[in-house]
């Protein structure tokens, strides 16, 4: 992302252009059949470069395409690493990492990038501010949401102590998950409608802050068309990479899967956004950084959940369900709870970004132990 | 309910009379052994009118009594319709079913009348506002009331993993909720004291709306009194039909009781409610909607849940336990938790509505399989 | 402690000191090796004074040497008395009666103590405000830190469910109790940063009027160091005799450790403190009632958990671990929602301390009944 930052925003496009090394470096240990761990670090290393180039395409072809379509765009590009990767996952049947990513994504965006937003932008600035309705809009939308992703969980450990066949208590998960699937789907086209048509003017604001770094060269639809190509062709061999080398990668490290689906691959595949949130906390844009935060994760929510759910039917071995783990629905809760009674009053200071971190370490100190 | 809407609020209530018929139908299925699914049909639908009936009743003689006596009444028979429905299963010992009732009236209350209200409003107007005081009052009762309601619950799942007897468990959780439902019962005469005595003025507003929409004829104390005990016996038959036909009905459907419980019997139940608050909403007055949305709930789990279980001692075959399943404590605690953070800030718009319905759709769901 | 209360202040305190007498009662009483229950019940009240003449040290003592290392000693000595009984517990094994002290010290701030507060100062005036803002503080503070002591009871729950032996359950249990623990400590240190460093304007007001209670009369270094050496050598030994008869108290009233635990042992180590919020809400000071309220519950959390975790390694017979039972854990969450939902409008009146007063009632009746 081209940042105004005064040099600063330079150096970081630099660094991030470095990190594009790590694609080759994958590629060569693919094909030169080098250790699991390896493979897993350079090809997730290259996916955070290759998400940003994606992430400067999409906005660039939004802008020209207008709000309508730029906005699904944009949901869907916004999104395409972390998609991309849940598709290789997906066709695999690796149900546990896909599901583990999702909770991660919601986890991340809230505890990690609004820690570490509300933590830089406090450093620089005693007190932050930012516009109270539009942070409840999105965070009322985000625990309606998530509300949907707990259910299934509760449905399914209520199957368990019922003297049904597993093969029934499958079938029902699944068929629950689709429709409650179908719901969110629903309830997001609906929530599209109203941010970008009927309410629109209660997200002006913070679009307006959001377009201002876009910086001033537009790109040519061709230009940002060519490279969002070449961005999703590069990140869908990486994350095929990254996905077949997860086992053994996991197993050497002396990690689980699911540990690596909720903080690592969480982490590479929402790399973009996370530095786009903190670079604006750090220019005391609090708006913007609540607003992808939250954003993205009743994103994460309402549209990839069920459109992994939907492909599942279709590439994958089994259909997938939406039964998280209890400690996944537990963090899920907790953290959207908290992001609601914080956003509530539009004013944050760093001790609460301190405090936000502290849940996160901690839930990834849960995570790490247990499987 | 006579609304003065130009029209549109006889049309509604002569839609409501219409539906009348349905009391000689059910009569007639049920003298000539017809299908319990018809029967249940049709009781269900004749409790409708009924219960509307009923409450223009209450509302004349609480006109009459003045608000201390008048609010125990409304209080007493704006939840009459429930109230027999309950008595008459409680007779059978259905407490399933009971406690399902509990659990639907609280959640279609928050979730299907205020989502509905939000809906309704928003689609006339683009920002709703209401009162947050009054909001605030009502939903941090909800949420205290509630709690309670949540304990017993936990207790019997610790309970099962202690190594008593069945019967001692029983009798563990029957001494648990009935002292529970003591401290319920007392608190809501507590807040009758706080409502209608010391702090009457809070509510004044709403009350005042509300009374706008009883029309100018006020009803003679006999009148009401008549048509309160025609409608009462008209309930009771109705109730026991409905009661009876419960079992074979969802049998013949496919649909377990515990979601007829929650979904079914808790709308017939809360129909005339429910008409009242979205006619409110189209006339922009959200204040009223909000304050018998969520009211409603609060009474359900304060007033209603203690006196059936006191009610189980005199006429049940056994004494009547406070706890709900995993899943209608879950139901409770996130409905609960939505409405809070929804009635903070005092604005809302359809959005907001489409969000509870896609709630109480999703736990529809998950009734309809779960059981 | 003195209140400038017309009178009330000495009667108050002259009753305090009046229980002193208990302590030679306690010493004659195990010296003569008497019934458990009497010893735990002279040496219980014999702790309520010695607190308050504790806290009235360490508060002088806080004047003295400024807030910096006033702000630690005031954490620090003013649970002093808890700390005791955590202590002598802790050395004794009963681990499950000090994680009850630390969920009764939680809730009993939050329930009782609001409760009382709220009542107590609503009953003299109809509308209670206090400083929103600051009241957010400290409740955002407080659910950030109880989610931390939450997480390890739910990784306890689910680790019971693998394949694994029961020594290494326990194993894990205490290397993520260990790790978590350590996270709340940090957290708790760069709190006390920016409430007495970086922030401590938004903590000025509620100082000011916390000082305006500590009487004329400040003591000596000196006397406040020797009052606080005689007060710490009481408590100790009046700690041992009620941890030593507890287990005998208990068997012969017939009531469960944990149930001791979450109200006896909280109530009498917290004494010093719940009768300062109480008094000051008496005199309409709710800033200061609710910061004293929750900011213990804070403190209890995110510092005394802690420092008993790690005491544990040194002086106990095995480490101690932070998973609650699931009332416990119930209990806290459903509390600290409570506290944020009150908080968060700055006012309140006497229903509302009503209802957690309820909650309170409902809890004790839950622990009394489940261990």
Known sequence: MVL????????????????????????YLELTHGSGTYIFAASAISIIPLAAIM?????HLTEK??????GFLNATFGNAAELIIAIIAIKEGMFSVV????????????????GLSFLAGGLKQKSL???????????????????GLVVPAVIHSLLKNQSITNAAIDGLNNTISLAIAIVL???????????????????????????GHKGAEGWSTGKSLSVLLAATVGISFMSEFLVKSLESATKSLGMNEVFVGVIVVALVGNAAEHSTA??????????????IAIGSSSQVAMFLAPIMVFLSYFIGPAPMDLSFTALETLSIVFSVLLVNFIS????????????????????????????
């Open 4 to 27: 105004n930052l005064k040099g600063l925003g330079k150096i970081e496009i630099g660094l991030l252009d470095y990190l594009l090394i790590f694609v080759p470096v994958a590629v």
């Open 55 to 59: 992430g400067k395409a999409t906005e």
């Open 65 to 70: 395409l207008g709000p309508g379509l730029g």
């Open 99 to 114: 599901k583990a990513s999702i909770t991660g994504s919601i986890i991340g965006n809230i505890l990690l990038v609004l």
């Open 129 to 147: 501010k930012f516009n109270a309705t539009a942070a409840n809009l999105n965070s009322t939308m985000l625990i309606l949401s998530t509300s």
């Open 185 to 211: 789907f629903t309830t997001y086209v609906f929530s599209l409608v109203f941010s970008l048509k009927s309410h629109k003017h209660l997200y002006g604001a913070a679009d307006e802050e959001a377009e």
């Open 278 to 291: 903190i670079f604006m906390a750090l220019k005391n844009k609090m708006d913007v950084s609540v607003s």
């Open 344 to 371: 509530a009053d539009g004013q944050t200071h760093w001790m609460e970004g301190v405090q936000l971190l502290a849940l996160y370490v901690i839930l990834g100190i849960a995570y790490f132990f247990i499987y």
